[in-house]
């Protein structure tokens, strides 16, 4: 069965700082790879995806991914991080065992941001 | 273009009763799922729906139900509540195919059990 880890459950950056948010997947085949962000009280909003061709993914608000097969990974990079970038991170896998009918989601990571 | 609306946003419940979400996908999107959301649990899968047809369902006891009529919005039925049931649900509509197009999330609907 598939599975998302995502080993940090808090990271602070500083405005201005880099960030690094990690997604390791469980998977026998080429998953399909979703970041979303979820800020307080609100649903899901989707960042970037991967399915295939090239590993480094650019999506919405500054944000790209890298895939990496052989670490199983799938991290969230952002060269410059602003104070409304705080929110809740998900990062989740589709399975084509499923016809990629539901993602299975990490536990996310909540990013806060120091002035 | 519209985006999911999931009605209603806030929900209080009585243990024991019944309750009944609404989901209304994005236009031209047929595929509507279904997600909940807890700080214990995180985000679990529900159900999938596809033209009036439920395709996939996750581990839920049979409390859980849903449906799709023919204009793809989407309803999910809650019976005999239980203040575990106490979550945000999240409905997302997506093509056919949702893991090539991606998946688009409502604002969830807040239940509370008491």
């Known amino acids: 069965a598939q599975s998302v880890t995502q080993p940090d459950i808090h990271i602070t950056v500083s405005e201005g700082a880099s960030l690094e948010l990690r997604c390791n997947y469980s998977?026998?085949?080429?998953?399909?790879l979703f970041w979303y962000v979820q800020s307080p009280g609100q649903g899901l909003q989707l960042l970037l995806k991967?399915?295939?061709?090239?590993?480094l993914v650019q999506g919405i608000k500054g944000f790209e991914a890298e895939f990496k097969r052989s670490q199983s990974s799938f991290n969230l990079r952002k060269p410059s991080v602003h104070w409304s970038d705080a929110a809740e991170y998900f990062c989740?896998?589709?399975?084509?065992?499923?016809?990629?009918?539901?993602?299975?989601f990490g536990t996310g990571t909540r990013l806060l941001v120091s002035p | 273009k519209a985006g999911v609306t999931q009605t209603p946003r806030y929900l209080i419940k009585t243990r024991g009763q019944q309750v009944t979400l609404s989901c209304s996908p994005i236009s031209g999107h047929r595929s509507v799922s279904w997600y909940q959301q807890t700080p214990g649990q995180g985000l679990q899968f529900l159900f999938e729906y596809f033209s009036e047809t439920q395709r996939n369902k996750g581990n839920f006891p049979g409390r859980f139900s849903g449906r799709q009529f023919s204009n793809s919005r989407s309803e999910m039925n809650v019976s005999t509540l239980e203040l575990g049931d106490s979550a945000l649900y999240l409905c997302?509509?997506?093509?056919?195919?949702?893991?090539?197009?991606?998946?688009?999330f409502g604002s969830g609907t807040r239940l509370t059990v008491v």
């Open positions: 989740a896998v589709g399975a084509v065992n499923t016809g990629f009918q539901k993602l299975v």
């Open positions: 997302a509509s997506s093509l056919p195919g949702g893991g090539n197009y991606g998946y688009t």
């Open positions: 991967y399915f295939s061709g090239d590993t």
């Open positions: 998977y026998g085949a080429t998953p399909y």
